[in-house]
C-alpha cells in the first residue's frame, strides 16, 4: 500500500467512526475537515472503500432514509450506499491511530493524524507531536545551511522565497513547542491528582488517631500534632 492510499484508509476509517456515510458525504467530509484531500477524486476514494469492504473493515448497506426510497424508483437511479465501520474496523482504526513511526510526522500524515488526536492517548500525541518537530528542525538546519551557501547567487526574489518557506517552519516548531508544552503540562495535572488520591486512599485506610485521655497535668493532648493535609504529599 503507498504511503498516500495509507493515509486516505486512516482518514476513512476515522471519519465512519464517527457515524457512517455515503460517498458524497464521506468525499466531502474528506474535502472540508481534512484539507489535504482537497485533490482527492471518486476515482482514489471509491478504489479504497471497495478494499475497506473486501478487508472486512466495512459493511456496504442501501441508503434508509425515506427519500431515498421514494427518489429511486422515481428517478431510475439506486438508492445511495451507506459505508458503516465494523468491529474489526474499529480495531484497525485503533490500531493505526498507535501508530508513532516517521509516517506519522511526514507533511501529509501529519494533519491527518492531528485532525484525530481527540482520539488518540496521550502518549501517542506526545512521540507524534515531538517526532513532528524534530523532523521538522532538521529540515530548518537544511534550509539554512542550503541559504547559507546560495545566499550570494540567489536575486533578491528567490532569497525572499526561501526566507518566507524557513518562516513557515518557523512558526510551526513554536507551535508544536507550545503543544508539547501544553501536553506535558496535562500529564503532570493529571499524575498530581492521581498522586493526591492515592495519598487520600491511604489516609482512609490508616485507623483514626485516637486522643489521649485526659491526665492529671492538663487538657487532652493529640498524639502527633494536627493531622497534614494530604494534599501537600502531591508537592513531593
Sequence with gaps: MSRRSGVLEFAVLGLLRESPMHGYELRKRLNTSLGVFRAFSYGSLYPCLKTLVANGWLIEESGSASQDALAAPLSGRRAKIVYRLTAAGKERFEEL?????????????????????????????????????????????KMRAAMARTRERLDDY???????????????????????????????????????????????????????????????????????????????
Design 97 to 141: 491511530l498507535s501508530h508513532t513511526g516517521p509516517d506519522a510526522w511526514e507533511d501529509e500524515h501529519f494533519g491527518v493524524r492531528f485532525a484525530f488526536f481527540g482520539q488518540t492517548s496521550r502518549d501517542v500525541r506526545m512521540r507524534v507531536l515531538e517526532g513532528r518537530r524534530s523532523r521538522l528542525e532538521e529540515r530548518l538546519d
Design 158 to 236: 528567490t532569497l525572499e522565497l526561501q526566507r518566507h518557506g524557513m518562516e513557515s517552519v518557523e512558526r510551526e516548531v513554536r507551535w508544536l513547542n507550545e503543544l508539547i508544552e501544553s501536553e506535558r503540562a496535562g500529564r503532570d495535572r493529571r499524575d498530581g491528582t492521581a498522586g493526591q488520591d492515592r495519598t487520600t486512599e491511604r489516609d482512609e485506610d490508616r485507623p483514626p488517631q485516637q486522643d489521649q485521655s485526659e491526665d492529671a497535668d492538663g487538657p487532652p493532648r493529640h498524639q502527633g500534632g494536627s493531622r497534614p493535609d494530604p494534599s501537600d504529599d502531591t508537592a513531593k
